[in-house]
């Protein structure tokens, strides 16, 4: 059984965040573990409060499972402050996690922000930029993040690194109204660009935590990004075009939709 880590905030309304990421791993038969990073009170209309989990707690976490459950993927959501975001980025430097997933959630579908702003640049330096976000599998460094259009346009992948965004449900907190789910992922320079048909809903809470925990938990399953990325994309839209409607504001996916089936040669 393949473990995979979400490094994320806890979303009480079950839509988005450390929920939603372990929602996506069991549909993908991965074995979801955690890192709390902060705990919100939220539901699908807005967020009303949320408070950092203490540094020190996070970093116990995170060396708790890479001591006896070390993953094989790894993925980063909602950090919230700079000092998490330097622990986070030391401890999966430190412990030399594989196959990092970014996905720098900073403003909420309601609009509510869930990043101190002193923290964004800092997201930038320590884990898109750096050499260390992205620690050397056995093979080659490979990372990929999501909300691409949450982080400044300049950004280009350091040498020697295999990066790519997506910006399906990246728009979150972008505006009020109704929605379009859906988005794209562009895979590097010469590689076609994926478009998944666009959809008319409101029900986009959780897209992009969704979208990046199904990312790795194909990374965690040993699929070739590419691939991994494909079948995320894929999840994600059934997820909304089968959204339950739950709430009176931007309603959670449909997280029992099966996973992507697997090649006859994958094995757990």
Request: a positive charge.
């Amino acid at each position: 059984m393949k473990i995979a880590l979400t490094i994320a905030g806890s979303d009480s309304g079950g839509g988005a965040g450390i929920q939603a990421d372990l929602k996506t791993f069991h549909q993908f038969g991965v074995f979801g573990t955690s890192v709390i990073t902060a705990v919100t009170a939220q539901n699908t209309i807005g967020v009303r409060a949320w408070e950092p989990v203490p540094v020190e707690l996070v970093i116990s976490q995170l060396y708790a499972l890479a001591d006896d459950l070390p993953p094989v993927a790894v993925k980063s959501g909602m950090l919230g402050s700079a000092p998490v975001v330097e622990a986070v980025a030391d401890g999966i430097a430190r412990r030399r996690l594989p196959n990092y997933v970014l996905d720098p959630v900073m403003v909420a579908t309601s609009g509510d922000r869930l990043l101190d702003r002193d923290a964004e640049q800092l997201i930038m330096r320590r884990l898109v930029r750096s050499p260390r976000s992205s620690p050397r599998t056995s093979t080659r460094r490979r990372c990929w993040w999501a909300g691409a259009s949450a982080l400044p346009t300049t950004w280009s992948a350091p040498a020697g690194r295999s990066c790519s965004s997506g910006e399906g449900g990246a728009r979150e907190g972008r505006s009020s109204g109704r929605r379009r789910g859906g988005g794209r992922a562009r895979r590097g320079r010469g590689s076609p660009t994926l478009h998944p048909a666009r959809l008319e809903t409101t029900s986009t809470h959780g897209t992009g935590c969704t979208l990046s925990a199904a990312v790795v938990a194909g990374l965690a399953l040993g699929r070739p990004l590419e691939r991994a990325v494909e079948d995320a994309l894929d999840f994600v839209h059934r997820a909304i075009a089968a959204a339950p409607g739950l709430g009176q504001g931007h309603g959670p996916l449909n997280h029992f939709v099966p996973a992507p089936p697997r090649p006859p040669t994958e094995g757990l």
